[in-house]
């Protein structure tokens, strides 16, 4: 393979040894990446503090022989200069960034996966629309990029249709299927997320939108709290893993609501 | 290594596991240790032991200490009104070699971290918080790295510190003394530009 250059997200960073690190970053054509940065602790002068997460970097990548591919310079496109010193931002970010990195097989091309990633970090540093309702943007395109999204238009088991279903309404986590509430009781053992018509609605809305179109909508909270719990459970889920920073944001959402802020984080 | 007798050969292996030294260096401090006198050796040996049954986290700004409150934290000449937050020992060492800061330490051990699971409960928070209470402190100083995770730790601190009665700041960053600017990144050259001073 000979050396290449190419647009990167730095999505992880693993100290090895004393001064290098395993880096994976997310590229277009190369998709996800891992990568051997020699020095990167300590050579301020190569990668002049590029290599923080979640970056956006024009990356060198040169063959291993045989190894892990090595990074021979990084310079900083786009340092997203506001994210990194906010840190509802970050735990966003790195939240999406966890997704992306469990989600994401080795080696194959993600082009609409990078353009995702791109583009929800940059609208989240310009604050081009409110980070909540960025973070159910950023889960439901990523969803349907994985293949798992969900089937909200009828319900599962007698296909009455979402407009026509009973108020109370349900998502079965295991096939992302609406189920009705005619059809709850009896539905079996797998596990029902309960969700309401309004935010089913609003999912199916977001999911056709880009983030141009979506920063105009306004979500009320409670519909934007209820999606957001729904893809948080429904993500990580079909990803077979809870991202640790999860934890972070459930933490600083209920600080939020001790201290009866009005801002919400995402 | 097969050269050397057992004893030796274990010497070589303990001190490899030691940051920084190979087997050749290794070897050559084990050598070094079977010329010196006896009385050194052991003053060594016995040393080691001494840190593994003395050294302790000063229950107070949980920096390193042989007693329970470290001499920083007891010591009448500090300015006890002042507060420096770091993220760990090493900082704080660095922080007083400079010789630039009189008041004491609060050592948080680490740094918000989501992805590796480091949350506020990991680290020396709720004792920062407790200690401002207490009273006496007029200015907190966050000395956290200026990398991203030092970056977003300060601001979470100082939202937490937002009413109290303490003056919070934060450390200045900007070019390097004896820097070279070409090489010093761009979110650093903006910030030195825009905390620029007057001369003269
Ligand atoms: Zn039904
Ligand atoms: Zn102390």
Redesign the interface.
């Known amino acids: 393979m000979p050396d290449f250059s190419t647009p990167a997200i730095m999505l992880r960073r693993i100290p090895y040894g004393d001064h290098a690190r395993i880096l994976t970053l997310l590229t277009p054509d190369h998709g996800k990446i891992s990568v051997f940065a020699r020095s990167a602790r300590k050579d301020c002068r190569r990668f002049s503090g590029a290599l923080e997460p979640f970056r956006i970097l024009h990356a060198v990548i040169g063959d291993g022989r045989g190894r892990l591919a090595v990074l021979k310079e990084a310079r900083t496109s786009d340092p997203l200069e506001a994210l990194r010193s906010d840190f509802r931002s970050a735990a966003l970010a790195s939240y999406w960034c966890e997704l992306v990195l469990s989600g994401t097989e080795e080696g194959a091309p993600q082009p609409d996966g990078y353009r995702l990633l791109h583009g929800a970090l940059t609208a989240l540093d310009r604050r081009h629309m409110a980070p909540a309702a960025l973070n159910i943007l950023f889960q439901l395109h990523f969803a349907r990029l994985s293949g798992f999204f969900p089937a909200l238009t009828r319900c599962r088991s007698c296909g009455v249709a979402l407009d026509a279903a009973p108020d109370a309404v349900a998502v079965d986590i295991a096939s992302g299927a609406m189920v009705c509430g005619r059809c709850f009781s009896g539905y079996g053992t797998h596990p029902l997320h309960s969700l309401s018509k309004g935010a089913m609605k609003a999912l199916l809305w977001l999911a056709a939108a880009d983030i141009q179109t979506a920063g105009r909508i306004r979500l009320n909270p409670g519909t934007r709290d209820a999606c957001t719990r729904f893809l948080e459970a429904f993500i990580p889920y079909h990803l077979g893993r809870r991202p640790r920073s999860l934890d972070f944001l459930t933490h600083i959402r209920s600080r939020k609501k001790e201290e009866g802020r009005i801002c919400h984080v995402g | 290594m097969r050269c050397y007798p057992p004893s030796i050969r274990r010497l070589i292996q303990h001190l490899q596991t030691l940051?920084?030294i190979g087997e050749k260096t290794a070897e050559r401090l084990a050598m070094h240790l079977v010329r010196v006198e006896k009385k050194d050796a052991e003053a060594l040996a016995f040393s080691i032991l001494n840190v593994k049954e003395k050294v302790r986290l000063c229950s107070r700004c949980f920096g390193l200490s042989d007693t329970d409150v470290c001499d920083i934290c007891t010591s009448p000449t500090r300015d006890a009104g002042l507060l420096c937050v770091v993220e760990n020992v090493s900082e704080m060492i660095a922080i007083e070699r400079s010789g630039a800061f009189h008041g004491r330490y609060h050592i948080l051990q680490g740094v918000?971290s989501?992805?590796?699971?480091v949350?506020?409960d990991d680290l020396r928070i709720h004792e920062l918080l407790e200690r401002v209470a207490e009273g006496g402190i007029r200015e907190v100083i966050l000395a956290t790295n200026t990398?991203?995770?030092g970056?977003?730790?300060?601001?979470?601190l100082s939202e937490l510190l937002e009413n109290r009665p303490v003056k919070v700041t934060r450390i200045a960053s900007g070019v390097p003394l004896g820097g070279d600017l070409r090489?010093?990144?761009?979110?650093?050259l903006?910030r030195a530009m825009e905390t620029r001073y007057a001369l003269g």
Request: aromatic residues 8%; without cysteine.
């Open positions: 940051p920084g918000l989501p992805m590796d699971g949350g506020p990398h991203m995770e970056e977003s730790t300060a601001m979470y090489y010093v990144d761009q979110l650093t903006k």
